[in-house]
C-alpha cells in the first residue's frame, strides 16, 4: 500500500499550490481519502476529505471557499487545490486512507481512524 503525496512548496501568502494523493495497493473505489496538516509544534488537523462511495466532501472551517478537493478514481488520485494561500496554512500536509464503503459522511471518515498514511509534503507559506 502507498499513498504518495506531491505538490508542496514556497507560495507568497495569496498564491495557490494543488497538491496531489497518488494512492495503489489497495482498491480505491473502497476508501475515503483526507487531506490532513501539522503545523510546527501543532496537533495534526483534518483539512479536508472525500467520500469514495458518494463524492462526499468535508472540509475544516479554516478552509472552506479556499481549498477544493477532488479525486480522480481513474487515476486512483485525489487532489487538494489550495487557494488565497495563508502563512497559518503551513505545515506538513498528509494525505491518509480509511475503508469507507459504509453510508457515513465525509465528516464522519475525516473523525475516523486512518488505515494507511502518506509520508507528507511541506507547504510553506511566507508572507
Known amino acids: 500500500v502507498q499513498l504518495v503525496e506531491s505538490g508542496g512548496g514556497l507560495v507568497q501568502a495569496g498564491g495557490s499550490l494543488r497538491l496531489s494523493c497518488a494512492a495503489s495497493?489497495?482498491?480505491?473505489?473502497?476508501?475515503?481519502i483526507g487531506w490532513f496538516r501539522q503545523a510546527p509544534g501543532k496537533e495534526r488537523e483534518a483539512v479536508s476529505c472525500i467520500s469514495s462511495r458518494d463524492a462526499s466532501t468535508y472540509y475544516q472551517d479554516s478552509v472552506k471557499g479556499r481549498f477544493t478537493i477532488s479525486s480522480d478514481n481513474a487515476k486512483n488520485t485525489v487532489y487538494l487545490q489550495m487557494n488565497s494561500l495563508q502563512p497559518e496554512d503551513t505545515a506538513v500536509y498528509y494525505c491518509?486512507?480509511?475503508?469507507?464503503?459504509?453510508?457515513?459522511?465525509?465528516?464522519?471518515?475525516?473523525?475516523?481512524?486512518?488505515?494507511?498514511w502518506g509520508k507528507g509534503t511541506l507547504v510553506t507559506v511566507s508572507s
Open positions: 491518509a486512507a480509511v475503508w469507507g464503503v459504509l453510508p457515513k459522511s465525509a465528516s464522519y471518515y475525516c473523525a475516523a481512524v486512518m488505515d494507511y
Open positions: 495497493g489497495f482498491t480505491f473505489d473502497d476508501y475515503a
